[in-house]
């Protein structure tokens, strides 16, 4: 018993790790990835359908992954998909055509946003949920978030930081972008070492693993859901929306937008979305005393609805200090949806589904993400319109909140009910 706790804990601390690089490498990359397309002859159109193929390529992968997951191994689909991040980056690093470009973006896992793609999110949860009490779920999830959080702050820091350090010393701009994609290559590298690492523990038991074959190939299309389906459908399609609004602000498209509206350099940029993502990630850990105190869904909706009003007056700041204090202060409190957002996912569908309801939710979430680059890229591309976006962003946004809240607002997890 002592063997099998001790295997959970280090497995967790694991996860914690490659939750860590995975997102510092998402961030170190963002921050640059517009400017080093723009620097490669990449029109604003060509960025952003480039943008919009990597969440589209992204989401077919993460179908593919999580759905088999608890099935073939969720380890073996975790080492996948860090391997379909080495493969991305390397293809970015060595070449400027736009073909090669697409491929890379399509079968390979990069993160425009700054936020999570790909499978990992899933399987992560599912197996950091069987190992977790009900009452310790959102917590872990929170503190889970936060090591993201000050991750992707550190990876954006480091990005525009090294970028701006290889120029000073005399390189191009393109190469000084170059020299990130191959970092971001080389963290890829690092999770596979560290996933290769679990142990068995993560696993779903035996008896779920064998479940799918027995099922009828009709029941198979199901993708793992069945007495959760109808719940997992309802919050698919809500999540959908919010992250089709993400889309139209993705970090790489917002450092684009600061750096022609305010002139700002790379290394400020890196500055920029460190200090936003440190107070994303602080306002993540909040969130589980506040869903302690206000349930779950209300905390989701009470704090993301101010936050996307800040986001409508990103674009209304005359000067650079004060768009960015704007952008700070949405997100000390943008991001305590998600750790609430993962947790009521996770408490409202059956627990032999949780790997299915994540990637599905997931998925939905990449589906609207992928969308909205392709509308986005030309509106930044013209000055007058360059502040759309963000309009866009948060209305659709204040109304999935409202939506949220019409659905689920009286819908309890077991934990809200004891």
Known sequence: MKDASQRTARDVRLLFATRAVRLFAYGFLSVVLVLYLAAAGLSEASIGLLLTLTLAGDTVISLYLTTRA?????????????????????????????????????????????????????????????????????????????????????????GGGLASVLQRAGLAPLASYRAVVVGYGALGAALVVLFARLSQAVEAPAARRMAPAARPSFLQSSLGLSRSRAVVLKLSALFSVDAFAGGFVVQAFVAWWFHRRFGAAPALLGGIF????????LSALSAAWVARRIGLVRTM???????????????????????????????????????????????????????AAAGVTGIARTVGSSISPLVAGPLYAVPALASVPFFIAGGLKILYDLALLVAFGRVAPPEERQ
């Not at 460190?274 to 990630?281: E, H, K, R």
Request: charged content about 10%; overall charge positive; glycine content about 8%.
């Open 274 to 281: 460190f200090g936003a993502n440190v107070l994303a990630g």
């Open 70 to 158: 608890d099935r073939v191994g969720r380890r073996a689909m975790l080492l996948a998909g860090a391997a379909l991040m080495i493969f991305a980056g390397a293809l970015f690093a060595v070449t400027r055509s736009f073909a090669l470009l697409l491929l890379a973006a399509t079968v390979g896992v990069i993160s425009p946003a700054g936020n999570e793609v790909g499978p990992f999110l899933a399987i992560e949860q599912a197996a950091l949920s069987e190992s977790l009490p009900a009452g310790r779920r959102t917590q872990a999830f929170a503190w889970y978030q936060l090591c993201g959080a000050f991750a992707t702050a550190l990876g954006s820091l480091a």
């Open 301 to 355: 909706v009470f704090t993301h609805l101010p936050s996307n009003v800040l986001l409508l007056l990103v674009p209304l700041m005359p000067t650079l200090p004060l768009a960015m204090t704007v952008l700070f202060l949405r997100f000390s409190i943008s991001q305590m949806d998600v750790p609430t957002r993962q947790s009521f996912t996770m408490a409202v569908v059956d627990p032999g589904e949780r790997s």
